[in-house]
């Protein structure tokens, strides 16, 4: 798309007194940067990054404005005034590189994390959490009381702080949403039953949050679409709901996103989602508001899915998170017509909510710098004092990264790569189905490279004479790595190799994914990862025709995908293909034509026909030239596979930081 293709997206807008420089929105997510509840130099940068590449407003991750509120081990300290000159620090980070700065404040309600909380969760009527297994605390009428008190204390902190104003997280069937919900909010008092008694709690934390902070501040509503669960507010409620706050003037935007509690996975929708999820939800409301602006989240990755949702009328404003934590130049980039600049985002959810889902502070696969951009200087790069020569070995996630990199610092680079394509074995990944972003990922690269003229030389492989004979400053080697041959499970250690090796018919997810070999009709997939690389290849087996059956020592299929709520949707998907499971169990003997599962529940012992043994299991390190090179005293840096098998997130992490320090 051209400039010109983005008039709506790079049109300004009017928000309560302040003007947007466009229509992206850096929206709300846990970061979980905060330090025994502060705001620290990381989060400030983390932010300042987003604001210096273009977004208009940036909605600062939730702050739980009550003890029972509590969520993740970096929230923000919720009763306590210390926060303000932290505060403050992220506040002009924001506002002083042209953005305006917005807090989320939330309260779960029953969706409490007693590990991190140590206190009741508080809902209207006592209902059941969906974050775990626990029950919660029906409020009364003073904890009522207390909780809006809670709010409107954490917007005067806003306030105070320099902040431009709030978001109130009604989403997801937070206690916001439980109090309009029917199904969460049993209450008979006035604070349930009619919508006039549902919608008291929100209207009463909006009212009183103008009261203290003024008519310039702006307050801004969170809500959420969750059309497949029955006992979720619909459109047309939520729409009911939202026009009465729009018709008192309370709220001046609403941000439209999807899932919830009762259906995590599609809140951080991964690739296996369509986009654009919260769009139809927004533009629902689009129909009923007549003051407030209606955002538009979930899934909008790209300038053109946002220009596309601002064409159609759909929504005021976009909310692209995931595309910004991958790049946080998008905006700017976009504007100046440099759309094939922008490093787009993989969907994967690997290192965004997979690392909070763990509760570290987040990261991104792609973008190595999300969460470092204090220590590295943001995601731009200072030019090398001394130009040198580098030489990378290995067109991997790694080598790339590190090419990438050195070549942006003004260094004189060649990338060497033994195949005839660039990605290595993370473009096989690519090939599986709907993950077609990691091959426009190193397309990207490709591009990359070419602008900065790194010399890219394939079908060229390097021995320790080649190395030297190039007499480079720098060497970098990203050899990658090979899948074993053995059928070694580490499930059945004490065996270190498959009984009936010989036998044939046994092939790495590699040779599958290349189509080196034809697998038959009937094919097993031994999958020790849970992760993408054996379930991704029985989806592409499955579609592709063949009977697949996944054996897993795990407990469920899938099982490494759980944080980054990928797992569930794939299992149905897979299922839905006619793929069988056989989980906690091990392969003890092939003979060509037949597997024995044993599971590991009851030692029963299971025959299943198979024409094909595919094995996905952890690879080892291709690291025959940093031997070589070892041993005649050359110096070298090793990185991704080549110095230990790994996902790809950690290949580029170490390419990045190789390129940087050269």
Known sequence: MTRRAYSRLFSPVALRGHSLRNRIVFGAHTTNMAVQGLPTERLAAYY???AIGGAAMVVVEPMPVHPAAVLTRGNFRHSDDAVVPHFRQVTEAIKSNGAVAIQQLYHIGSHGDQDNAFHAAWSPSGMP??????????????????????????????????????????????????????????????????????????????????????????????????????????????????????????????????GSYFDFYKLMPTFLYPEKLGVDLAGTLKGVVRHA?????????????????????????????????????????????????????????QMCWGR???????????????????????????????RKSVLVVGGGPAGLEAARVAGERGHK????????????????AGLQPRRAQVTDLIDWYERQLGKLGVEVRLNTYMEADDVIAEQADETILATGSLPPETGFQKAIPQRAELDGLA????????????????????????????????????????????????VTP?????????????DFPLRRTLAGLGVKFMVESAIIRWNGTTATIRSFIDDKETDIEAETLVFATANHAENTLALELSERGVQYREIGDGAAPRQAAYA???????????
């Open 48 to 50: 300042a990054e987003r």
């Open 129 to 258: 959490s969906y974050h775990d297994s626990d029950g919660s605390h029906a409020m009364n009428e003073a904890e009522i009381e207390q909780t809006i008190t809670g709010f409107v204390e954490a917007a005067r902190r806003c306030h105070q702080a320099g902040f431009d104003g709030v978001e109130v997280w009604a989403a997801y069937h937070g206690l916001v949403d439980q109090f309009w919900t029917p199904w969460s909010n049993r209450r008979d008092d006035k604070w349930g039953g009619s919508l006039e008694n549902r919608t008291r709690f929100s209207r009463e934390i909006v009212t009183r949050i103008r009261a203290i902070c003024g008519d310039d501040f702006i307050i801004g509503m969170a809500v959420n679409d969750e059309p497949d669960v029955e006992i979720a507010l619909q459109r047309e409620s939520i729409s009911e709901i939202i026009e009465r706050h729009d018709r008192e003037q309370m709220i001046d935007y609403v941000t439209c996103g999807s």
């Open 293 to 349: 602006l209606v955002t538009a989240e979930s899934h909008i990755r790209t300038p053109d899915n946002a220009e596309t949702v601002l064409g159609e009328g759909q929504a005021d404003l976009v909310s692209i998170v995931r595309g910004q934590i991958a790049d946080p130049h998008l905006a700017n980039k976009a504007r100046d017509g440099r759309t094939d600049d922008i490093r787009g985002c993989l969907s994967c959810n």
């Open 356 to 386: 909070r889902s763990r509760d570290y502070w987040i990261s991104c696969v792609v973008n190595p710098s999300t969460g470092r951009e204090s220590e590295w200087g943001g995601d731009r790069f200072m030019p090398a004092e001394i």
């Open 413 to 428: 680079v060649v990338l060497t790569e033994a195949s005839s394509h660039l990605g290595g074995a993370y473009r096989l």
């Open 503 to 550: 036998h044939g018919n046994v092939h790495s997810t590699e040779e599958i994914m290349a189509r080196q070999v034809r697998p038959g009709k009937r094919v097993i997939v031994l999958d020790e990862g849970g992760n993408w690389k054996g379930c991704g290849t029985a989806w592409k087996l499955a579609e592709d025709g063949h009977q697949v059956t996944i």
């Open 554 to 566: 795990d407990p469920l299929v899938g099982k490494e995908l759980q944080r980054t709520a990928a």
């Open 652 to 662: 580029i992490f170490e390419g990045r930081k190789a390129g940087i320090e050269v």
